[in-house]
C-alpha cells in the first residue's frame, strides 16, 4: 500500500515536473518556413516577379490584400507573361515556390500535382 502511494506521490511530482514550460525558452529562435499566398485565379510568371490576379477585391492577406492584382519580387530577368495556371495554392517555401494544383496536367507540371520552381 505504501509503495503504490508514493510511487503515485512520485509519478505525479514527475509528470508536474514536465508539464511546466521552461523559462530559458527564445521564441525569438523560432521561424516560418512557408508563406502561403492563398489560391489567385491567375498567375503569371514575368520573370523579374509573379503576377498575382485574384477574383476579389479581398486578396489575400499575404499577398495583396484589399486588391485584385500584385506583384511579387522573384529572381530573373523580365520577360513576356508565362501563365502558371490557377494553382490551389501558392507557397514560399524559402528557397523555392511551390504550387499545388487540383488535378494533374492543370499547371505547367506536366502529369503532378505539385510544381517547384526554384528562387
Known sequence: ????????????????????PSPNVDTGMVTKRETSYGNPDLVVDQGDRWKLNFGFTDGHLNACPGSYICYISKGGSRHGDESWGNPDNMVDEGDRWRFNYPNSGDGPCGDHYICYYNK
Not at 1 to 19: G, H
Open 1 to 20: 500500500m505504501q509503495f503504490t502511494i508514493s510511487f503515485a506521490a512520485l509519478m505525479t511530482l514527475a509528470l508536474s515536473v514536465v508539464a511546466l
